[in-house]
């Protein structure tokens, strides 16, 4: 049984950092790839940034430059260092996994609130 839990969010005022946290337990395919999206209420969930288990990212366009994804692929962990927090950034951040070969399932956490303060 495959879990992704998330850890980290909170609350900080706007230009402050958080650093969110996502462990994936389970038995899982090692070519994979690993994310943060969020929603806030009445919108549909967006993403943020993805990143393969070779390295390669993708960010939006509005967290580029602020936000940095990176993970640990022997502990199929992956992180999310939030800088210069804008009131825009509060949401709920959910992690996702989804497998790029073999079985390509995905999977997605419980979500973790963010709430930057103006």
């Known amino acids: 049984q495959v879990q992704l839990v998330e850890s980290g969010g909170g609350l900080v005022q706007v230009g402050g950092s958080l650093r969110l946290s996502c462990a994936a337990s389970?038995?899982?395919?090692?070519?994979?790839?690993m994310g943060w999206y969020r929603q806030v209420p009445g919108k549909q969930r967006e993403l943020v940034a993805t990143?393969?288990?070779?390295?390669?990212?993708n960010y939006a366009d509005s967290v580029k430059g602020r936000f940095t994804i990176s993970r640990e692929n022997a502990k199929n962990t992956v992180y999310l260092q939030m800088n210069s927090l804008k009131p825009e950034d509060t949401a709920v951040y959910y992690c996702s996994l989804g497998e790029l070969y073999g079985p390509r399932r995905a999977w997605w956490g419980q979500g973790t609130q963010v709430t930057v303060s103006s």
């Open positions: 990143i393969t288990s070779g390295g390669s990212t």
């Open positions: 389970g038995s899982i395919f090692s070519i994979n790839s």
